[in-house]
């Protein structure tokens, strides 16, 4: 039997020795790790232990089972603390049960080294803006932090960045919205390149569909949430980088605040609405932004500087409806596609922030992979938001409204779970759709595309929208709360979501 | 008559089933040869959810068209 487990309480350990004993076993090696009265050179009288559970524990079944394999141990259990520990307090408990004694001491080595290594178990801080910040405790890559150094001699080597150069990169903060194929390559150059903090913000969790183009993952971690992944990754590049996570999106009423921490974003979501509220947020904090977006073969890249103008809606005043535009799902991409494009991102980012030469007049840069075609056209501040007010006023309008709206997704596992909840199931995908994939579950179908005209159907009650993605349902959701509607909500993530989840906990 | 060079960007070359065409048209400006191009090809999108260029430059629908102008049709992308 193999167990690990986190816990909050007082480690039982003899419950853990009785459930290792067996008649087949011979030897018994226990390794127990106690909280010492130094950490870091300092006095301490204690220690505070956080751990993702989720993360932690698919990790911790990891190691186990590779122990087991590699040194043919089937006894193994682990329980490592969370919470305040006073010194001398029992941290981690490993046993080892085998016929004969090598393999025991063997597969209990490897627990705890891979453990100090692997575990996601670190020294959580909270800030008030509702996000987190990881700090690896020496449980994790603090260990490794103190003896690693950087090496940024590759770039420091070039004129243009030199020792200054660097120094200005470890004061940066760069932040990151969605951690997907564009935000893999982006984030893993910010990170090697020595940025300071990173920021990364992702609300989905990962998908086996998303492993061809987003190079931050691995297949074991399906069904986790991408942010945190993306960090623990991150954090093992370069453990002299500060990484603050955020595990679900921003919305009108945080993302100017948010952004406001940094010194530059980069847009990375696959989300129409996401890459909207971004540029309205960039433009009323006076952040630089850099947006870029993909579809199948080709891209697009544009930087909107930190004065606003031109912005995303002087090209494309309002976001286009959620079925029109597609998306990787529904219309394909090859994977390097957004490779190429967020390693873009990282190079505007760095340019940015080295202040190194690139073009000044604004432009929106078209890269067609097929053809090899790389056209940049110019984008005249005189046209666009300057007919309306300018961006700041555009942005401040559009973020004004989107608060008015409110916020309609909410997040489920199940659609019974909503339903009992006391929401009104609704089925906004098309006919055939749900010929293909039914939902588990009684619903009302109303198509997106006729959700105004028969609103009425809906009565007064409570509804939850969902469909594919929960990108329709948004809409759907939004279109009828300007229509005055009160009580309406969207499935965030739509089914697929939920799919998501039911992988995961069957797993 | 004038004969234009044009290219599609995104769902567009996929509705086109080509990303660039050669096309000889009677339209008097970008708008009118959007709407007989979207007829033939059956483009979804409509013009004002769309950028368009004439050669190398953002421009407005009513501009008129020149013979050998290239023209480039961009919708906006979310993929990422
Ligand atoms: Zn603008």
């Keep these: 039997m193999k167990r690990f487990a986190i816990a909050a309480d007082v480690i039982d350990t003899d419950a853990l020795r009785a459930e290792l004993q067996d008649g087949g076993n011979g030897g018994f090696c226990v390794f127990e790790g106690w909280v010492r009265n130094r950490n870091e050179g300092r006095a301490v009288d204690g220690l505070e232990y956080e751990a993702y559970a989720e993360l932690a524990q698919s990790e911790g079944e990891r190691i186990l089972a590779e122990a087991g394999a590699l040194h043919g141990v089937d006894d193994l259990c682990c329980v490592h603390r969370t919470g305040h520990l006073k010194v001398g307090e029992l941290a981690v408990w490993i046993g080892a049960a085998s016929a004969h004694r090598d393999e025991a001491f063997r597969a209990c080595r490897y627990v705890i080294d891979a453990l100090k290594h692997r575990l996601p178990v670190w020294k959580k801080e909270h800030y008030l803006e509702g996000d987190t910040a990881w700090v690896a405790c020496h449980h994790a890559h603090g260990e490794h932090s103190r003896t690693f150094a950087p090496d940024y001699t590759r770039q420091t080597r070039l004129r243009e960045v030199g020792t200054e150069g660097q120094a200005r990169l470890a004061a940066a903060r760069v932040l990151v919205l969605g951690a997907g194929g564009l935000g893999s390559p982006a984030l893993t150059y910010l990170a090697g390149a020595g940025v300071g903090t990173l920021g990364i913000v992702d609300g989905d969790r990962l998908e086996a569909s998303n492993l061809h183009r987003q190079t931050l993952y691995d297949a074991r971690d399906v069904g986790l949430p991408k942010a945190t992944l993306a960090a623990r990754r991150l954090a093992a590049l370069n453990p002299s980088v500060t990484l603050r996570t955020w595990t679900e999106p921003l919305h009108a009423g945080n993302a100017a605040d948010v952004f406001a921490d940094f010194d530059l974003v980069l847009e990375c979501t696959d989300d129409m609405r996401n890459r909207y509220l971004s540029n309205d947020a960039a433009v009323v904090a006076g952040i630089p932004l850099i947006l870029a977006s993909v579809y199948q073969y080709e891209g697009q890249l544009q930087v909107v500087e930190a004065g606003g103008t031109p912005c995303l809606r002087c090209l494309w005043p309002r976001e286009p409806a959620a079925d029109a535009i597609g998306s990787c799902a529904a219309n394909g991409v090859l994977g390097p596609t957004p490779g190429v494009l967020g390693a873009m991102q990282a190079m505007e980012a760095l340019k940015i922030l080295l202040d190194l030469p690139r073009p000044r007049e604004p432009a929106l840069l078209l890269v067609d992979l097929l053809q090899h075609d790389l056209r940049r056209l110019p984008i005249d501040p005189a046209t666009g938001c300057a007919e309306h007010g300018g961006c700041a006023a555009v942005a401040r309008k559009a973020l004004a409204e989107a608060q008015r709206i409110g916020d309609v997704d909410r997040r489920f596992t199940r659609l019974d779970e909503a339903a009992a909840a006391g929401y009104r199931l609704v089925d906004v995908r098309d006919a055939e759709e749900i010929a293909t994939h039914p939902a588990d579950c009684a619903t009302l179908h109303i198509p997106a595309a006729q959700i105004a005209e028969r609103a009425a159907a809906l009565g007064e009650d409570r509804c939850l929208l969902f469909c594919a993605t929960g990108r329709r349902s948004r809409d759907a959701a939004e279109r009828l709360r300007r229509q005055g509607r009160g009580e309406t909500y969207s499935l965030l993530g739509g089914l697929a979501a939920l799919d998501t989840e039911r992988a995961r906990t069957h797993s | ?80």
């Design chain 2, 1 to 80: 008559m004038t004969t234009l060079h044009l290219q599609y960007y995104a769902q567009l070359r996929e509705q086109a089933g080509v990303g660039a065409e050669r096309v000889t048209t009677e339209a008097a400006s970008l708008g009118e040869l959007y709407r007989e191009l979207a007829q033939r090809h059956a483009f979804s999108l409509p013009a004002d959810a769309l950028k368009v260029a004439v050669n190398a430059q953002f421009s407005d629908w009513d501009r008129p068209l020149e013979d050998g102008d290239t023209v480039v049709f961009i919708p906006p992308v979310a993929g990422g």
